[in-house]
């Protein structure tokens, strides 16, 4: 099979999940909230106004119907209003992410620039103590659960000592009148700094463990044996030789875990106010509004499948043996 | 013959682990817990659920001015019995008498030292004289008499309660009890107590007794009832305070200020001798148990629950003080510049800071946290072992079975895996928690519906290899079913992969686990480590109980790092190219 019917049949596969993953998502909601509008009695919507958001999602139909309406809604990317918010699910979900996915970006970028080059060192001093520390403290990150390392971070830096604030995304009262006016400010960096570096605490284990098992294995190989038979220095032969041939299962991690930081820690935006993608998610299954809640699970799922796509195409670029099954 | 092979690829894992130092820990580390959720019942100090209640001499010291504001501070506990009276001689020294025949002296400039007494009954009044000397009284009749360092007990008529006592003159007092006793005290030539004729006499119980400016006695008690005891002519006569609450207590300031307190915030009041009692309103509703006023009008009354309020002067109103909220007070006493609150009978210890009592401290609740945590390791370990079971027991015949079958069945189940990579897992855990109510089983799935996927897809790598091998070819040659090719020949060869993913999953489950008590959605009414850290956060104390958060992080950091390590070392057994290099 040639590379690019491979990619082909990658892309229908994509597609084919996504769509499969929000029918069951769609019957799972039905499943679960038979009646979604139950929560709007409750904010004191009247009988008539009821009637109305059931008909606008088309809940006075058959299920067949709701489903064909749902997926018409869904591609076309109109999820509906939420019912909490009383604004278009689309403008809310787009901004949550726009929050989530600048503190998951930031958090990842660090645990890669640092984790990566640790792992590789590690790896050169492998048995030694310095390594065994590398390990226990990835791991001892890795198995910390982050609410926790984020509540000891914020009674810290928060409380004991007080120089960095805790919650939420800038001092408030505060006016911005687009996303990258809001982040781009000095304001915005402080509240960025704790939550950031607990999620970079969190993710450094992996490419640090990866990078350094991946090294031990590279160091076997012949051409490394070459390049210390020609004499060069050690420290080039870690990063020139070994390294750049590690590198490909960290680029695979990398990949699959920015997919899945849409999701975000919804954990981290909780304990930190952090008005992301996740709190939205919890917030809104916590307030029955099932228009916010299935929509946001469908832009994570669907972020999700494009990176898995996105680190197929990029696996079979940069390695060259991959057999295009 | 079957059972041999099953059993030594079960532990060769075992012995091989032995061989590294961190997985040695590790399960030494997990067996510690195991058996901590296993022996949690006897492990706990305290009921995880039931509030505790506490017993202290607490004492309360006012200070501050108006401009910085007043705080009622908590001085160190004297000991741990309730105080439950206090006087002063005038001077600024005081006396205080509690539970279980406890008293303490305060001296100016020295503080508080306990002194002993000879009895163990409860002392429920005390009256000190200028002097130094000082008459105490309690349960079944007790008298003391304290005249240097020495109590001496002074025999009663009767074992009545008696709830108070005050200095008639030099040589005689007046003391009142529950059973409507008004008893009068000689001390001269030696001591003789004089029953006196209660004027209602239907054994109403009298709480607080005071000696007025013009010399003579009153008494106050159940259902507002006042009674005046002149020592001139030994009568006694019902007076009107103008309320028919129970009053708690009683004081008479040296120029005829009076101030009497009760239950439900209950404050009557006379400015000077010859004033008529007034009853003032109080925005308190809570009981008041003691009163204490100044000649210049300034006064103090404290009650259940940490009340306490006060007023500058006469005339003004009363305002709540600052104080902690929790302890029940029993007695004020102004001793010279400095102003007491003393209590406390059993109050609710919420938020203590570790101790011997209380390991780890106590929650908003008061409850005991040390043992919340043991008993916590339970959900964890069950969850964490359960779920990892689960997925491993779906993954492993998922892989089993699209592996050894290759084909459509392959194609259809490894397909359905890829769909599951779509789906975000916290996200997903969490709409199917809150679509159906929480439950154990509702975590479990919530934690193993998604997780499988990996399991499935390594062992079906695996078996892809294994089944070209020629053992495999030899079985089925020899006529074995597919069933038996797949579950006795080739199983047994995954096994150590099998027991990696469960060891790897074991720890995502807990913090899985974790995470949805920490959200709220765990399982509910049981205790969790994930839910201790849900009631911190909730309760908002977490920022300064520190004692609250650390422990069950730390354990679950623990449980889920000594897995790993334990993973770890099976790694190197499932695969043999990772043993070479180390």
């Known amino acids: ?325 | 013959m079957i059972l041999p092979s099953y059993f030594k690829s079960a532990l060769a894992p075992l012995r091989f682990m032995l061989m590294d130092r961190l997985a040695v820990i590790g399960l030494a580390v997990l067996s510690l817990i195991v058996a901590m959720a296993l022996a949690a019942p006897l492990l706990s100090t305290h009921d995880p659920r039931a509030v505790n209640e506490v017993e202290d001499a607490s004492v309360l010291v006012r200070s501050g001015d108006a401009e910085t504001g007043i705080v009622w501070r908590l001085e160190n506990s004297l000991g741990d019995v309730a105080i439950q009276a206090a006087d002063d001689d005038g001077t600024g020294n005081g006396i205080a008498v509690g539970r279980e025949g406890t008293a303490y002296r305060y001296t100016v400039g020295e503080g508080w030292s306990g002194i002993e007494t000879p009895v163990d009954a409860d002392l429920n009044g005390v009256a000190m004289a200028a002097d130094g000397k000082a008459l105490a009284v309690g349960s079944g009749g007790t008298i003391l008499h304290l005249d240097g360092e020495e109590w001496q007990a002074i025999e009663a008529p009767a074992p009545a309660d008696l709830n108070a006592v005050a200095w008639l003159d030099a040589g005689s007092a007046l003391i009142v009890g529950s059973g409507e006793e008004i008893w009068r005290l000689d001390l001269s030539p030696s001591p003789q107590v004089t029953e006196i004729d209660s004027p209602v006499g239907r054994g109403f119980p009298l709480y607080a007794v005071a000696r007025d400016a013009d010399g003579t006695m009153l008494a106050v008690g159940d259902r507002g009832l006042a009674i005046r005891y002149d020592p001139a002519d030994g009568s006694a006569a019902m007076e009107r305070l103008g309320t028919s609450r129970q009053l708690n207590g009683l004081h008479i300031s040296p120029s005829g200020n009076a101030l009497a307190v009760g239950e439900r915030g209950t404050v009557v009041s006379r400015a000077g001798p010859e004033a008529r009692w007034s009853e003032e309103t109080v925005a308190e509703m809570r009981a008041l148990r003691s009163g204490w006023v100044g000649d210049d009008g300034a006064a103090f009354a404290v009650g259940r629950n940490g009340t306490i309020i006060e007023r500058a002067a006469d005339g003004e109103a009363w305002q709540p003080a600052s104080s902690e909220s929790e302890r029940h007070f029993r007695a004020v006493m102004a001793a010279g510049e400095n102003v007491f609150a003393l209590g406390s009978d059993r109050f609710v210890n919420r938020l203590a800071a570790p101790s011997a009592d209380h390991w780890f401290g106590t929650d908003h609740l008061g409850r005991d946290l040390y043992s919340q945590n043991v008993h916590g390791s339970r959900i964890a370990l069950l969850v964490g072992f359960l779920g990892a079971l689960l997925v491993v027991l779906i993954g492993t015949n998922v892989g089993l079975i699209a592996g050894y079958f290759r084909g459509r069945t392959e194609t259809v189940l490894m397909r359905t895996v890829d769909v599951m990579y779509g789906i975000p897992f916290e996200p997903f855990a969490l709409i199917l928690v809150l679509l159906f109510e929480p439950s154990l089983t509702i975590v479990i799935l919530a934690v193993s519906l998604l997780t499988w996927r990996t399991v499935a897809r390594l062992i079906r790598s695996q078996v892809l290899s294994l089944r070209e091998r020629p053992f495999v070819k030899a079985a089925r040659v020899a006529g074995a079913s597919d069933l038996r090719i797949m579950y006795l020949h080739i199983f047994p060869n995954v096994m150590p992969l099998v027991f990696l993913e469960l060891a790897i999953i074991v720890g995502v489950s807990i913090i899985a686990e974790a995470t949805l008590s920490f959200l709220g959605l765990g399982p509910p009414q049981s205790i969790s480590w994930g839910g201790i850290l849900h009631n911190a956060r909730l309760s908002g104390a977490w920022r300064t109980a520190w004692w609250w958060n650390l422990p069950p992080g730390f354990f679950i950091m623990t449980t889920v790092l000594s897995v790993f390590f334990i993973s770890r070392s099976l790694e190197l057994i499932a695969n043999p190219r990772l043993r070479a290099r180390q």
């Open chain 1, 1 to 325: 099979m040639s590379r690019r019917s491979y990619l082909i049949r990658r892309a229908l596969q994509a597609f084919v999940s996504l769509f499969i993953i929000a029918t069951l998502l769609f019957f799972l909601f039905r499943a679960g909230l038979p009646d979604p509008t139950t929560a709007l009695l409750a904010e004191g919507l009247s009988p008539e106004q009821r009637e109305m958001v059931r008909r606008s999602f088309g809940l006075d139909q058959p299920l067949w119907q709701q489903y064909l309406l749902f997926l018409q809604n869904a591609v076309q990317g109109d999820f509906g209003f939420s019912f909490h918010y009383r604004a278009p699910v689309a403008d809310i979900i787009w901004e949550r992410l726009g929050n989530t996915m600048v503190l998951m970006l930031t958090a990842i970028t660090i645990a890669y620039v640092i984790g990566v080059p640790l792992g590789a060192w590690l790896s050169w001093r492998r048995g030694t103590r310095a390594d065994t520390t590398g390990i226990f403290v990835g791991l001892m990150f890795r198995s910390a659960p982050m609410f926790w390392t984020g509540m000891i971070g914020i009674l810290v830096f928060g409380v004991m000592l007080g120089f960095l604030p805790t919650s939420g995304m800038r001092t408030l009262p505060y006016t911005a009148t687009g996303f990258f006016d809001k982040i781009f400010t000095l304001d915005f960096l402080w509240h960025l700094a704790l939550p950031a570096m607990i999620v970079a605490l969190y993710y450094l284990g992996s490419p640090l463990l990866i990078m350094r098992n991946t090294m031990l294995e590279v160091y076997g190989e012949d051409f490394i044996e070459m390049a210390r038979a020609k004499g060069l220095p050690e420290r080039r032969i870690l990063y020139n030789h070994a390294a750049r041939n590690a590198l490909l299962p960290v680029v695979t991690q990398l990949a699959v875990t920015i997919g899945l930081a849409a999701g975000g820690q919804v954990v981290v935006e909780v304990v930190f106010s952090w008005p992301g993608l996740g709190r939205e998610i919890l917030n809104a299954v916590r307030t029955s509004d099932f228009p916010l809640a299935q929509a946001s699970f469908l832009v994570m799922a669907a972020f999700v499948i494009t990176l898995n796509l996105l680190v197929d195409i990029l696996y079979s670029t940069l390695d060259p043996r991959v057999s295009f099954k």
